[in-house]
């Protein structure tokens, strides 16, 4: 009977039951309307609750929901529609969210599915025929055009291009692929048509893949038991028991009803509820968007943080990081001449390379007689001087004499550029994705609250993971690694019973996200996939915000633990004092709104902050001290 309703409705039409009784009367002319409308209602809604509660219990499932069911009768049998319309609406509010939580996994698949590639371009002889991407086999040869996404893993047999990887690798800066290259499917083509050889088809190359691991660790993931149904298992018992000791002591139904009014279980019903809520609106005004009550309360449990790099730990995309000069040019010469030239391109590395120019001298030259090679490099006339920027392989073309110099310019490490001027070699530009600013005070506040374990994931080279990690005081890094290493990785973590606590911000970190205790997505700009596969969502780069919510999380279920405590433990008093008989039902009901309130006043202290945001914010600001000295 409970299939007859969609869990997201359940509560909306409770909640119309509840008002229309209030309004019932004006209408009827007739004070019993109210009664009966409310009575109507506890039993159309009230009923799946307790049918499906008796499934439960013939099955062996124990929980909260057993004790909401007496409620629900004994509201019947007390003739408090109303009382019982509250339970039915906290009851099926709970279910709501967890059914909302239960679609977000079919969710992530979906945008995955939706992104990836639906045609080919298949080579034949005299042109090309386009194909659904299923269709490819292997030893086809497939077009690629700019703009496009591989539709399959192959090897580049014609042209030379480059290749936004960030997608799978989550690397911001693009690599070249030429003749012999591998490339991977979900890799997008940025600069010219090049042609590929199918290594593999699309059912079974890497971008497949990222989908099938977000499906698959989705439903792996064991679901978290209820912290109501936790308490129930010894709660419940316990009232079924008092039940049984007040009629057989006193064979007076009255008593049977009292010790069921007082137990209803509104600590279990209401107090995580509102902790929780309290909570996630905390977390909120952080910026921190917390899906549902089980993340909290996983946040509140990790023991390790895991991060991917790029994007995440660092800004994402790359920058100047410095100009090596080549006497007798200097560094504002260099700069100011190949950010003139630069204007212009559309290359991914232009735009990084003009902001600084600009940001260091202000307004720039402007140049003429303009050729860009798509992908390697441009050249110029900037003030009656000839400047050619790109890559060692388009300078040993256009810049002969000035290559040989260069190439042993700069440290070699990392993205560089080549300038050349009047043909001589004028110097480097190196690029670097840089650290973000409140990294390091993020690790500093994870930290204060004990979570001294952090492991850095990355698509990227070692050497830059490596680098990344020593700055920011991890000691555990990982690069090269492909999305199916980081779920992997994430894996063996949980078996060793860690709970994990997994960092990104891309499509190549889905799969671990949705692998991890719980996920948290840095969608600062947008999230897309990494967002719908996370337990929780970063509307901010800000990463200070991660142990703020941990501490949040922490006191949260803290003072939710608290108030279930504190509230059975009272209204395990009244039962014992309503089986003796010094309670009548309605001063029991009376009694039990008093615990409710004591509970819920004690739940709100969660919209304050407690001593382990104060030990954060201590350690966040002295990390930050040195770079602001």
């Known amino acids: 009977m409970r299939s007859l309703l969609a869990a997201g409705t359940r509560p909306l039409l409770t909640l119309v039951f509840l008002i229309a009784g209030l309004l019932a009367p004006r209408f009827f002319s007739s004070p019993e309307a109210r009664h009966l409308t409310w009575l109507v209602g506890l039993v159309v809604m009230g009923t799946p609750i307790v049918f499906g509660t008796l499934v439960g219990a013939l099955r062996g499932r124990l929980a909260a929901d057993l004790v909401a069911s007496l409620a629900l009768i004994a509201a019947v049998v007390l003739g408090e529609p109303a009382a019982g319309l509250v339970i039915v609406l906290m009851q099926t509010g709970g279910e709501a969210l967890e059914h909302a939580a239960a679609r977000r996994a079919s969710r992530a698949v979906a945008?995955?599915?939706?992104?990836?590639?639906?045609?080919?371009?298949?080579?034949?002889?005299?042109?090309?025929?386009?194909?659904?991407?299923?269709?490819?086999?292997?030893?086809?040869?497939?077009l690629v055009r700019p703009g496009e996404m591989v539709p399959c893993d192959g090897v580049v047999t014609e042209g030379r291009s480059s290749f936004d990887t960030s997608r799978i690798t989550g690397e911001p800066l693009p690599r070249t692929a030429d003749v012999g290259s591998g490339v991977l499917s979900g890799t997008v083509n940025l600069d010219r048509p090049i042609l590929i050889e199918a290594t593999a088809p699309a059912a079974t190359s890497l971008y497949h893949q990222i989908v099938e691991l977000v499906r698959t660790a989705q439903a792996s993931k064991a679901p978290l038991q209820r912290l109501a149904d936790r308490a129930a298992v010894w709660f419940t018992p316990v009232t079924l028991v008092a039940c049984a000791l007040a009629y057989l002591i006193s064979g007076d139904p009255d008593r049977v009803l009292a010790v069921?009014?007082?137990?209803?279980?509104?600590?279990?019903?209401?107090?995580?509820?509102?902790?929780?809520?309290?909570?996630?609106?905390?977390?909120?005004?952080?910026?921190?968007?917390?899906?549902?009550?089980?993340?909290?309360?996983q946040l509140a449990g990790v023991d390790v943080a895991v991060f991917d790099k790029t994007g995440t730990l660092t800004i994402g995309h790359p920058v100047v990081d410095r100009v090596t000069p080549i006497a007798p040019f200097s560094e504002a010469e260099v700069l100011r001449l190949a950010g003139a030239v630069e204007v212009g391109s559309g290359h991914l590395l232009a735009r990084p390379l003009v902001g600084a120019a600009v940001a260091a001298l202000g307004s720039l030259p402007v140049a003429d007689q303009v050729v860009e090679a798509a992908g390697r490099g441009v050249t110029g006339q900037v003030e009656g001087r000839r400047v050619t920027v790109g890559a060692l392989t388009l300078l040993k073309e256009w810049e002969p004499d000035a290559a040989p110099a260069l190439a042993g310019s700069g440290d070699g490490a990392g993205l560089q550029a080549y300038v050349a001027i009047d043909r001589l070699p004028a110097g480097t530009v190196q690029y670097a994705d840089q650290v973000r600013q409140t990294a390091a005070p993020m690790t500093a506040g994870l930290k204060a609250l004990g979570l001294d374990r952090a492991i850095l994931l990355s698509g990227d080279r070692t050497v830059n993971a490596l680098a990344a990690a020593r700055q920011l005081g991890i000691s555990d890094a990982v690069g090269d690694l492909l999305p199916q290493?980081?779920?992997?990785?994430?894996?063996?973590?949980?078996?060793?019973?860690?709970?994990?606590?997994?960092?990104?911000?891309?499509?190549?970190?889905?799969?671990?996200?949705?692998?991890?205790?719980?996920?948290?997505?840095?969608?600062?700009?947008?999230?897309?996939?990494?967002a719908e596969a996370a337990d929780i969502v970063m509307l901010t780069d800000d990463l200070t915000r991660i142990p703020r919510a941990i501490a949040i999380a922490r006191r949260t279920m803290g003072i939710a633990r608290q108030s279930i405590g504190v509230g059975l433990g009272l209204s395990g008093i009244a039962m014992a004092v309503a089986a003796a008989g010094y309670l009548t039902p309605i001063a029991g009901a009376l009694l039990q709104e008093a615990i409710d309130v004591a509970v819920i006043l004690n739940a709100l202290r969660v919209l304050r902050p407690g001593p382990e945001d104060v030990a954060i914010a201590r350690a966040m600001t002295l990390a930050t001290a040195p770079a602001a000295g």
């Not at 990836?116 to 991407?133: M, S």
């Not at 609106?281 to 009550?293: C, D, F, K, T």
């Not at 019973?497 to 889905?510: F, K």
Request: charged share 20%.
């Open 111 to 142: 945008e995955l599915e939706a992104q990836a590639p639906r045609i080919a371009h298949r080579a034949r002889p005299g042109g090309y025929d386009d194909i659904p991407v299923g269709e490819v086999a292997v030893g086809d040869r497939i």
């Open 260 to 297: 069921l009014v007082v137990a209803t279980p509104c600590p279990l019903i209401l107090a995580a509820p509102v902790a929780m809520l309290g909570g996630i609106n905390r977390a909120a005004r952080e910026q921190v968007i917390v899906r549902h009550g089980t993340a909290l309360e």
């Open 485 to 530: 290493d980081k779920v992997g990785f994430v894996a063996r973590l949980t078996k060793q019973g860690r709970r994990v606590m997994m960092v990104g911000d891309g499509a190549n970190d889905a799969p671990a996200l949705s692998a991890a205790t719980v996920g948290v997505a840095i969608a600062a700009h947008g999230g897309g996939i990494s």
